[in-house]
């Protein structure tokens, strides 16, 4: 079977990773791909957003299955797209439908369908301009910290914690009536503040079975102690330490088939993965985010994990079949350690010359914002490379990724040393 894998991250790269190693695969094509997906498939000079130039090369390669990494095009209805056009109906499409993929398009939409499920999240509003002075008034009943989200896609970035409450009204301004975050921000969902500790788990679902892949941990903060601003993921870890078989029942039972039966219940199809971003309050989960496509970095510890065919799950998924499908999970623990450009995730500079990938051993190298020319490696975005490793816990995988990232080099270079710290 032809696949074409839609994205250009450290994702999107190891899935091509573990897809190229199946038996069952035939073609292997990434759009647009980076330097590391080349390695193990055909890179595409085609945008994730470009509709007409992912159908001509779905019909030049004869490709079976689409599988969309990235959120964007999924809220743009890529899915749709297809299922719209006589000539793509049956290729099958692994990413939700437009409709479902408001899970993660609108905070607003998922917050709804949360309440209407009774899956639990935090209590909340949400506001646009025309009553941004409601806006102020609820974060004066609130408590601090005050938590601020744009309702819209802004790139993992959109969301505000703060203690002051003049502050807090200040970003609600900034968001709202000057649109900070662009059309995301166009309405904000205040939250209440929720204290725990975060973690995520992922499922893959054709809309009525669905199958558990590894959780996750991953560090979103750019600075040491998760300080600083929010980037797209510093570092993860696979499983967490703290999610035991209580909890993890307790995350089904409460969060995964809620929502998948809520799914089904307000007509929903669903074929693709679910990311549920949760946090642990007085040991129970409750739902921070949906995302309707894998996490990056966390796909970068969660995909090595899996020991079976990733296209059998595939098939399994095209043919609506995963209640009967199984899944083996590698018993040991993967960390992630990402590289980033200097300045991220503020203004950076690219194209500098990476050297330093053919040392590294015991640890795998996905690319994230890579790019060749005639003869190097460069950076060509703000995270870089992931270095992923596995251990008999996390403590021993992460020294593998730090030995590891020790030897990859390019100016500017920067990294959290302490992923892990809080476990």
Same mark, same amino acid.
Request: no cysteine; hydrophobic share 45%; charged share 25%.
């Given at each position: 079977m032809n696949v074409l894998i839609i994205g250009s991250g450290g994702r999107e790269h190891a899935i091509a990773w573990k897809l190229a190693q199946s038996e069952k695969l035939g073609a292997l094509f990434i759009?647009?791909?980076?330097?590391?997906?080349? /390695?193990?498939?055909?890179? *595409?000079?085609?945008?994730?957003?470009?509709?007409?130039?992912?159908?001509?090369?779905?019909?030049?390669?004869?490709?079976?299955?689409?599988?969309?990494?990235?959120?964007?095009? *999924?809220?743009?209805?890529?899915?749709?797209?297809?299922?719209?056009d006589e000539l793509l109906k049956d290729v099958t499409v692994i990413g939700p439908e437009k409709l479902a993929a408001q899970l993660e398009g609108s905070k607003e939409f998922a917050k709804e369908f949360m309440m209407r499920h009774q899956i639990p999240t935090a209590a909340y509003r949400s506001f646009t301009k025309q009553n941004v002075d409601a806006g102020f008034a609820f974060l004066?009943?609130?408590?601090?910290?005050?938590?601020?989200?744009?309702?819209?896609?802004?790139?993992?970035?959109?969301?505000?914690?703060?203690?002051? *409450?003049? /502050?807090?009204?200040?970003?609600?301004?900034?968001?709202l009536t000057n649109e900070k975050f662009g059309k995301a921000s166009r309405k904000v969902v205040i939250e209440e503040f929720l204290d725990g500790i975060e973690m995520s788990c992922f499922i893959l679902t054709d809309g009525k079975g669905y199958v558990n892949l590894p959780n996750a941990k991953d560090y979103k903060r750019i600075g040491e102690g998760d300080k600083g601003l929010n980037t797209g993921g510093m570092g993860a870890i696979s499983p967490v330490p703290f999610a035991d078989e209580i909890y993890l029942k307790k995350i089904e039972d409460r969060v995964i088939r809620p929502t998948v039966e809520g799914l089904k219940k307000d007509g929903i199809p669903y074929k693709g993965f679910i990311f549920f971003g949760l946090i642990r309050v007085n040991n129970e989960p409750m739902v921070i985010e949906y995302n309707c496509r894998m996490g990056d970095p966390e796909t970068?510890?969660?995909?090595?994990?899996?020991?079976?065919?990733?296209?059998?799950?595939?098939?399994?998924?095209?043919?609506?079949?995963? /209640?009967?499908?199984?899944?083996?999970?590698?018993?040991?623990?993967?960390?992630?350690?990402m590289l980033v450009s200097g300045g991220y995730p503020e203004a950076y500079e690219k194209n500098k010359e990476i050297t330093g990938i053919e040392k590294v051993n015991n640890s795998l190298v996905f690319h994230a914002g890579t790019t060749m020319n005639e003869q190097n490696l460069l950076t060509n975005g703000g995270r870089v490379i992931a270095v992923t490793s596995y251990g008999r816990d996390f403590k021993e995988a992460l020294e593998a990724s730090y030995k590891n990232v020790a030897k990859i080099q390019f100016e500017g270079k920067n990294f959290r040393t302490d992923i892990g710290f809080d476990l």
């Open positions: 759009a647009p791909g980076n330097a590391g997906t080349s /390695e193990v498939g055909s890179n *595409l000079n085609i945008g994730v957003s470009d509709f007409l130039g992912i159908k001509k090369a779905v019909l030049d390669h004869e490709i079976e299955l689409v599988l969309v990494g990235p959120e964007v095009p *999924l809220v743009e209805g890529i899915h749709d797209f297809f299922l719209a004066e009943k609130l408590t601090p910290p005050y938590v601020l989200k744009a309702d819209g896609l802004a790139a993992g970035k959109g969301v505000v914690i703060l203690n002051d *409450l003049q /502050e807090a009204k200040d970003e609600l301004t900034a968001m970068e510890v969660v995909i090595p994990r899996i020991k079976s065919d990733l296209m059998d799950l595939f098939i399994a998924t095209a043919k609506n079949d995963l /209640e009967n499908a199984t899944i083996e999970i590698d018993d040991r623990s993967a960390t992630t350690v």
